[in-house]
């Protein structure tokens, strides 16, 4: 069925809002990539077929519904049942008769499976009252865990497509140009660069055809913002590239997506084929003259393949290299045509800035960076999951509101923020607003917003070293100072955590920084020493500490400390003695143990179960 | 010079240059050396061996600077170049480093890196014998050619240059291109007894009809006469023997035209 004007499309929302309203009851099952590794298509099923069993369907007017992701990955499988909002996470399948029983028919909640606040110790029964969702600002991740992202009529319904059926209807190309440089989008891909101003630099380029692509290559560890998007909301993403496209007149896109991402890819494919078959996508969209369509372009999995550069090359079949970038990629892009390249989450703004105005979005954030920033909040920290924040709030705000603080109480270290080429900033920058030109500032950046929480037992060094063995084995190797100077960067600092550091490593890794800086070729290469240079910046005594006294006192670098059981603090419980993988634990229940030192492999596993915090590093 | 001169100051000189032209074209032609290993002019520049860095900044950038690689930045008027700052000594010097850990046993690397003060590498030394680069000058010379035979594979540290499926590339016609371009000598070829060696084949070479000296390899004799549409036996003297053969029939027509039977030719010839 065709949508062939802005009306049909109106009358088509309004159908669809009519069919939601007749249900009473919604049970919204994540289907987000952790909620399926954990089982919740075994929940949904059980769902269906208890509800279908005793037809509570028809009784109860109650719809079911698989959803993206609703950001608390920690604690899945979710069930959240609207209207009421009550939020049960670790469901099983065991669990389905009793939700049916209670709190479907008898409208109770279930104690056990409520969330309960590591912090206040209490069971907490509504969505919206748990702080890891309360302190949130959703905009980019608006529709996510709300909507099933499989079915557009469902989009429609919360007002999808409205913002592009706005831009063709009621604005001129250039007047969606000037509405997001009003709005001061800036690429939430990690380089910041303001939207408008690249779309505008594109629809003025004199050359034909013109391309807008999506960035969804996310390759940094530990970060899902742009998979959750894909996979939870992906006609958000594709609403966004049309009115991006035209706003600049192109009428050819890809979505370059990584191959590790199925479900991502899953979701966009079916999401382009809905989209198209509705005349949203393809020739005369809703109606108008205007003609776009996307295809999907799978990467292999390069990390490097994220730069923009590389990526084009990909997507045009050749080797994913960077080349120089003198010529600006929005004049030369893919093919050497005009191309806008944005990444999922900043499209994934297009559609909302366009339909509530730019005034409404500079409401939030700050006047740098307006809007809010999606990031994948893991590590050491209570709530893991996926957060949407304001722009400006404190890194403070994200940790410790929104992510509960430090698993166990223990002290913080550091954040990691911006990926694998950003940097890690210590407690006393706690109090910063996250926005991309003050982490900048710090010596980290914004990235695409990666955050790991690191506690006291977190190595500077040994996170330094990781990070650059990431950078190691992504580097393309196009350029010597990338391929070869970030390797040998790497090479000292696994010296020093071998306690092999000489004493001029901290100056030669300095020096040798520098130059990657100066001259590598693309982002990734010159960007590749942050992880050293900010643990440099803000934890030089432990670089100091490694090499000149052959110390790691955080207990991760194995050659260089050794555990020992406090005298004082050993209760004897024999918790430690039970997780020894190699029995090198001596000592009767209720007298201290001992570590045997010869036997011991520093596995940490008896520091980890120990409730006393008995076992030291020496 | 076109219409629209440049002007450009490389290290306090001024010079004129035309729109397009690269900062490492106007250094060549004013005579200013800056050091390069992937950069062949026949070629298409790709800045891999960055050994050709730059510092450049311009009345208008507000006292911004920054380093390029010269064989890529197009020059612009007004722009400053410095082609051996302490800065850009510093970079080559670094990169020159790296190679030499990568490649110790490369004499054009110890004697480019000797020229920067770098004896011997500061760094970890590679332990196998490798002296390519991976400048990539062969791939780039080998797909110009047409053939497409090698390519790189791999990336990172682990990058090389490869051929498909590593068996002899299928596509290579023996030409020996990538071994004559390459800048450290890295692609071994032999020829022996009218046969080539390279990339793992054994290509039979086609004999002057006059010395009988090997010309090139048969495939890559087909190679060029298909691509230039020629006759095949176009090709069957080598490169000394046609100019010998040249030399003579002008000679010879010289000859005639002193004897006087020249002058029997038309007009106007």
Redesign the interface.
């Known amino acids: 069925m065709r949508i062939d004007s802005v009306k049909s499309l109106d009358s088509a929302a309004k159908t669809a809002r009519k069919q939601r309203e007749k249900i009473k009851t919604e049970v919204l099952v994540c289907a987000g990539t952790g909620c399926l590794a954990n089982g919740s298509l075994e929940v949904m099923e059980a769902l269906q077929s208890a509800v279908k069993k005793k037809e509570l369907d028809v009784k109860l007017a109650l719809g079911l519904k698989t959803t993206g992701c609703h950001g608390f990955c920690e604690q899945g499988p979710l069930v959240v049942i609207q209207p009421k909002g009550v939020f049960y996470k670790g469901v099983k399948a065991k669990d389905v008769d009793a939700i049916v029983e209670k709190t479907l028919v008898g409208g109770e909640t279930i104690e056990r499976l409520l969330y309960k606040d590591p912090n206040t110790r209490k069971r907490v029964e509504q969505y919206a009252a748990i702080p890891f969702y309360g302190k949130q600002q959703r905009i980019a991740l608006r529709n996510i865990g709300r909507i099933d992202p499989a079915d557009i009529e469902d989009y429609f319904a919360v007002g999808g497509y409205a913002g592009l059926a706005k831009a063709l209807d009621k604005m001129m190309p250039e007047d969606v140009v000037d509405e997001i440089s009003k709005a001061n989008l800036r690429g939430r891909g990690g380089g910041g660069f303001p939207a408008g101003r690249k779309w505008k630099t594109c629809r003025n380029a004199p050359d034909e055809p013109k391309y807008v692509l999506c960035n969804a290559d996310e390759g940094d560890p530990g970060a899902f913002m742009d998979r959750s998007i894909c996979e939870g909301d992906p006609h958000a993403v594709i609403e966004g590239m049309i009115i991006g496209a035209y706003a600049v007149g192109a009428h050819a896109g890809y979505i370059y997506v990584r191959e590790e991402y199925p479900l991502a890819v899953k979701h966009l494919q079916r999401a382009l084929d809905d989209a198209r078959e509705r005349g949203l996508l393809g020739e005369n969209i809703l109606g108008s003259d205007f003609s776009y369509d996307i295809k999907i372009a799978r990467g292999g999995g390069a990390f490097v393949c994220g730069e923009s550069s590389a990526l084009m090359k990909s997507v045009a079949g050749e080797i994913g290299e960077p080349r120089a970038k003198y010529v600006h990629s929005v004049l030369r892009g893919l093919r050497d045509m005009p191309t806008v390249l944005n990444n999922v989450e900043t499209w994934a703004n297009v559609p909302w800035i366009i339909a509530e105005g730019a005034d409404k979005f500079t409401e939030h954030g700050t006047k740098g960076s307006p809007g809010t920033k999606a990031f994948s909040l893991v590590g050491k920290v209570k709530n893991t999951g996926l957060v949407e924040v304001d722009m400006g709030v404190t890194l403070r705000e994200v940790i410790y509101g929104v992510g509960g603080g430090i698993i166990g109480d223990r002290p913080f270290k550091a954040v990691q923020t911006g990926g694998p080429s950003g940097g890690c900033l210590p407690e006393d920058k706690l109090d910063l607003p996250v926005d991309f030109d003050t982490l900048t500032d710090a010596g980290s950046m914004m990235g695409s917003g990666g955050m790991i929480v690191m506690d006291d037992r977190t190595c500077m060094v040994d996170t330094a070293r990781y990070f650059l063995k990431f950078l190691v084995d992504e580097s393309c190797g196009k350029c010597i100072p990338c391929r070869e100077g970030v390797h040998q960067l790497h090479e000292m600092l696994e010296a020093i955590c071998r306690g092999e550091g000489k004493p001029d490593y901290i100056e030669k890794i300095e020096a040798l920084s520098d130059v990657i800086v100066k001259a590598s070729l693309c982002a990734l290469g010159k960007s590749a020493p942050n992880p050293v240079l900010s643990t440099l910046r803000y934890f030089r005594h432990e670089y100091e500490e490694h090499i000149n006294e052959r110390k790691c006192r955080a207990g991760v670098c194995r050659d260089l400390f050794e555990f020992k059981i406090s005298e004082e603090t050993c209760t004897g419980c024999g918790a430690c003695v039970k997780a020894c993988p190699v029995d090198a634990i001596v000592g009767e229940l209720k007298s201290l143990h001992v570590i045997e030192e010869p036997k011991c492999t520093r596995c940490g596993a008896c520091r980890n179960v120990c409730r006393f915090d008995a076992v030291e590093v020496v | 010079m076109t219409d629209k001169t440049i002007n450009v100051q490389i290290n306090g000189q001024v010079h004129q240059a035309a729109p397009g032209e690269t900062i490492l074209e106007v250094a060549k032609r004013a005579g200013v050396r800056i050091p390069t290993l992937c950069y062949h002019e026949a070629l298409e520049s790709?800045?891999?061996?960055?050994?050709c860095?730059v510092e450049i900044t311009h009345p208008d950038w507000k006292g911004w600077k920054g380093?390029?690689?010269s064989c890529?930045?197009?020059v612009e008027d007004g722009l400053q170049v410095e082609t051996d700052s302490a800065?850009v000594r510093?970079?080559r010097k670094?990169?020159l480093d790296?190679?030499l850990?990568?490649c110790p046993k490369s004499d054009v690397i110890q004697k480019l890196a000797a020229q920067y003060g770098v004896k011997s590498t500061?760094?970890?030394e590679n332990e196998d014998d490798t002296v390519c680069?991976?400048c990539?000058l062969c791939v780039r010379v080998c797909a110009v050619k047409g053939c497409h035979a090698i390519?790189?594979g791999?990336?990172?540290?682990?990058?090389l240059i490869a051929k498909p499926f590593n068996q002899p590339p299928p596509d290579c016609i023996g030409c020996a291109s990538c071994a004559h371009i390459c800048p450290t000598g890295a692609i071994p070829f032999e020829d022996v007894n009218g046969v080539r060696k390279i990339w793992g084949h054994e290509f039979p070479m086609v004999r002057c009809e006059e010395c009988g000296e090997p010309i090139m390899p048969e495939k890559q004799l087909a190679f060029e006469a298909n691509k230039a549409s020629l006759d095949p036996s176009y090709f069957t003297v080598c490169a000394a023997c046609s100019q010998k053969k040249t030399v003579q029939t002008i000679k010879t027509a010289f000859d005639m035209r002193s004897i006087g039977v020249a002058d029997e030719a038309p007009a106007g010839r």
Do not use: N
Not at chain 2, 46 to 51: E, K, M, N, P, T
């Open positions: 790709v800045g891999a061996c960055r050994l860095t380093y390029v690689t890529l930045y197009q800065d510093e970079i670094t990169l790296l190679l850990a990568r500061s760094f970890k680069i991976l990539g390519g790189v791999g990336r990172g540290i682990e990058k």
